[in-house]
């Protein structure tokens, strides 16, 4: 599709201002040289060229058709194209799920004609595709881009004209250029698999306006978020923004903080202007992530100097605080007038000399994260000598280098000479600014990718057995909404903390149950149709007496009648009042797009109020709850503020933990709240909560962790296993953390070891490729490990990885085992085992790779009934069909 050398235009027109004529004027036009084959039944010369009747009279094949017909007729269209068995197709007709009724029809009918004849269909309701590089622009947009290393991808078409008439203005350059519309096939995920594989890619940019498949969608930027930038706009965050992406794409805009939740896991990095997404991605091609938020100034002029200390500090931004060390260098290098401090002013006649000593200075000091150099233009201002220095400073520095040449045609030269030199240049510091801590954001995210849960939890066991009976007998009497005794009982069975409480039915068992249990306690109504006791006198607070229970228990029962005369009254719940200092939220609700989806936060009675909340994705371990905590205000209190005791947050973290995992492992919840969990240094506890069921799901098959939009570690696939010299081992799937286990595997390859598995020798183990190799997505890529621990020492002894295609029909099988421990059984075992994972997971095929000298997997292949058939280049193909014919 994107790289087509025949391309039919169905709808083509000689008649000006129609899309079909605009699209193959852009063919021409933009001399693309491949095939064009215009298709129109009522002209036999399209702009010249012979038009063909229909796509099946065209003879020869096609890679991609470009459809600009009414809606009515492009079903019918679709089937012949798959008849056909073009290429792809590109639909850019509107007209089908964004109006309902019977354009929705004809998108359902389109969508199975795609399923049947398993076609790769673009929109419809989109702008077209643009190749610069291959001078092909199979749009109906006005202007040509220039080429370049940005992929851009847009669910808007009119926006993207709008951003192509901006580019040409800014001189940025595209590899791809993509209206992906209504996505009926062609979706985000596609495009990031394919995007994330093209050496002409070096960065995705993504205007978004919904999501319909988020754990693909996940998977897919999970996977190369580390090495391609990937930056989303994401419209709709506003109630009437939302609404209109609904209105414009048909799709649900889901809870825009979930998204931006779902972004940071992903190592994604949001911005909210067109400019934004395009500097952030100049800036993050050219330039190292700063570890830190700390920036270091340095100017020719106070003002603009001000300017980017005042947006620093309310982005969130810190500046650095210089060591003596530099200080004292700076007061050396410097004229005696400098400002001695950050920002560096070096005053109105600066030189190159100045402007090289205060940056290189800066950037030696391990305070700073980044430098951020100003020029403004003054009479002897030398521009482009200065912007020679600066680059040659970052070519020597692994530091974050931005700069701001202001004003226009006397810097304009110094500007060219600065992006040719990979330095970004804005043309104001707030801008600069403000890429700099996007930049920094960026990074972040991509820390949570060394994140990846288990789904098994360490260090408390849930009963889930005892739960699930619960849910089921709850649910099988058709009532979905839990009482509260009855959420407590859940959050029980996962070691959450819940005061002693029982069920009254009348004043003598109240006040029995409150003497057994002790004063104070608290009295509150069970009934199903109550959400907020608080609100209808549905609860007591603070009971301290026997006469105080049985005035509690009739005010209770009659406020419960009076405001709502239909609840069903299963009783008052008598419990413990345990006092404590602090009250937070804990809640997950079932986000339609992302899955559950964890708050934590400020609660009590005013949690709508001053909505100081932290949204999580499942799964989750103490790390990342540890960060949900941190991006709340209440944080400061709970660690302690102005001399007061700090809480016990170890408490906290592992009640999201336990949390987590509760609705990690039952998608039959809706909704559960924790509100308020009273916290203070000595610990937590429950003191009140709640559960909806899901109606949708409750006695339905599910297959596990399907509802979760991230796949957790898979801890199934964990066993032992016995090495033929009676040595035993472990086969688990790979970590993240693995890698420095991994890099001592590697010292353990002899050249021929590295030549069967690498096709070449290793010249260095890096970083980048262990993390290749250590952080997957467990629902593309499994890597089975061997782990030998002896006298308290674990090693990785060898590997096998299969890597599924994005459609998970075939997978790519590869193993190797270090040399001391070859020849017993690991090798085997390892493609016996991933073999046996293929076909858990349905794929259709495995197939390998293997020099002709590397007789053992040879053997292995053979074995196994793989068909091995030999390559020219020296090397075997050997494939196993896991379905049988």
């Given amino acids: 599709m994107f790289n087509p050398k025949t391309i039919a235009v169905i709808g083509a027109s000689d008649k000006v201002g129609h899309v079909g004529n605009s699209i193959i004027q852009n063919l021409i036009d933009g001399k693309y040289p491949g095939h064009i084959i215009p298709v129109n039944p009522n002209h036999p010369t399209i702009c010249g060229m012979v038009s ?41 007709t509107s007209g089908f799920k964004e109006i309902g009724g019977q354009g929705e029809t004809f998108y359902n009918d389109i969508s199975k004609l795609i399923h049947h004849y398993q076609m790769t269909v673009l929109g419809p309701n989109c702008l077209g595709l643009i190749r610069p590089p291959l001078s092909l622009n199979a749009s109906f947009a006005k202007q040509n881009p220039l080429p370049g290393k940005i992929a851009f ?66 998977s897919a930027a999970r996977a190369y978020a580390r090495t391609k930038p990937i930056v989303v706009l994401k419209a709709g965050k506003s109630l009437a923004g939302a609404k ?65 200390t005042d947006a620093l500090i309310a982005m969130g931004g810190n500046l650095a605080i210089f060591s003596e060390q530099t200080t004292t260098e700076l007061n050396n290098k410097l004229p005696t007038n400098w400002s001695h401090g950050n920002p560096v002013d070096l005053l109105g006649d600066a030189g190159p000399d100045q402007y090289r000593n205060a940056v290189e200075i800066c950037l030696k000091d391990e305070g700073v994260d980044g430098v951020l150099v100003i020029l403004t233009p003054q009479a002897m201002t030398d521009s482009e000598k200065i912007a020679q220095e600066i680059i040659h400073l970052s070519k020597s520095y692994r530091k974050t280098i931005l700069a701001s040449w202001m004003g226009d045609g006397d810097v304009r030269s110094g500007k060219v000479i600065l992006e040719l030199g990979k330095v970004p240049d804005y043309d104001t510091p707030e801008d600069a600014v403000r890429s700099f801590l996007l930049m920094y954001r960026y990074k972040n995210n991509l820390d949570l990718l060394y994140e990846t849960p288990s789904t098994i939890p360490h260090a408390f066991k849930p009963n889930t057995e005892k739960c699930k009976l619960l849910i089921e007998e709850i649910s099988s009497t058709g009532r979905y909404i839990l009482t509260e005794n009855e959420t407590k009982e859940i959050l029980s069975y996962y070691d959450m903390p819940v005061p002693r409480s029982k069920v009254a039915n009348s004043i003598m068992e109240a006040v029995s149950h409150a003497m057994e249990i002790g004063f104070p306690v608290a009295m509150k109504v069970l009934s199903p149709q109550v959400f907020h006791k608080t609100d209808i006198g549905g609860q007591r607070l603070n009971i301290r007496s026997s006469e105080e229970v049985k005035t509690a228990f009739e005010d209770i029962v009659m406020n419960v009648k009076k405001s709502v005369p239909n609840a069903e009254i299963l009783g008052v719940l008598v419990e413990e009042m345990i006092p404590k200092k602090y009250e937070l939220f804990i809640g997950c609700k079932k986000d339609p797009i992302f899955g559950p989806a964890i708050v934590f936060g400020m609660g009590g009675v005013a949690v709508e109020l001053f909505n100081d909340t932290a949204v999580g994705l499942p799964p989750m371990n103490m790390a990342l709850a540890m960060q949900m905590i941190e991006r709340t205000k209440i944080y400061e209190l709970l660690k302690g503020f102005r001399g007061m005791k700090s809480v016990d947050i170890s408490a906290i973290q592992f009640l999201l933990y336990k949390f987590a995992y509760l609705v990690m492992d039952f998608p039959e919840i809706k909704d559960i709240d924790i509100n308020p969990f009273g916290v203070d240094e000595k610990g937590g506890i429950v003191m009140d909560s709640k559960i909806i069921l899901d109606d949708k799901v409750c006695g339905k098959p599910i297959r596990p962790y399907s509802h979760l939009c991230i796949s957790p570690y898979p801890s199934k696939y964990i066993m032992p296993f016995t090495l033929n010299d009676n040595r035993a081992i472990t086969l688990r799937p790979i970590r993240p953390e693995d890698e420095p286990i991994e890099r001592e595997m590697f010292t353990h390859f002899s050249s021929e070891t590295q030549r069967f598995r690498f096709f070449g020798p290793l010249k260095e183990v890096t970083h980048q490729m262990l993390t290749r190799y250590t952080q997957i997505d467990y629902d593309r890529e499994i890597a089975i490990v061997g782990i030998l621990e002896e006298n308290g020492k674990k090693q990785m002894i060898g590997v096998g990885r299969i890597i599924s295609d994005p459609y998970h029909d075939t997978a790519e099988f590869a193993v190797v085992v270090a040399d001391p421990w070859q020849k017993l059984g690991l ?25 002709e000298d590397n007789t053992a997997i040879i053997h292995i292949f053979e074995k196994r009934a793989f068909q091995i058939s030999k390559k020219d280049d020296g090397t075997y193909y050997a494939e196993l069909n896991l379905i049988p014919q």
Avoid at 71 to 87: D, F, L, M, R, S
Avoid at 282 to 292: N, R, T
Avoid at 828 to 847: G, Q
């Fill in 244 to 308: 209109a992406a609904l209105s414009h794409t048909g799709n649900l805009a889901g809870n825009d903080a979930v998204f931006d939740t779902a972004f940071r896991r992903a190592g994604i990095l949001r911005v909210d202007t067109i400019r934004e997404l395009f500097d952030c991605a100049e800036s993050l091609s050219m330039q190292e992530k700063p570890s830190g938020n700390r920036l270091a100034i340095i100017t020719n002029a106070g003002g603009p100097a001000v300017i980017a």
């Fill in 52 to 92: 063909a009747p229909s796509i099946l009279s065209v003879t020869q094949p096609v890679d991609l058709v470009i459809v600009a017909t009414p809606a009515i007729t492009v079903p019918e269209i679709i089937e012949e194209c798959g008849q056909k068995n073009v290429g792809g197709v590109a639909i850019l």
């Fill in 827 to 851: 090798g085997s075992r390892l493609t016996d085992y991933l073999l046996e994972i293929a076909k858990e997971k349905k794929l259709k095929k495995v197939y390998a790779y293997a020099l």
């Fill in 153 to 218: 991808i847009s669910q808007s078409g009119a926006l993207c004209s709008a951003v192509l008439d901006w580019s040409r203005e800014e001189n940025v350059g595209f590899s791809h250029f993509i209206s992906i519309g209504e996505m009926i096939d062609v979706g985000f995920s596609d495009l990031i698999d394919y995007l994330g594989d093209d050496p002409q890619t070096e960065s995705i940019l993504i205007y978004m306006e919904s999501l319909s498949n988020a754990r693909s969608f996940m």
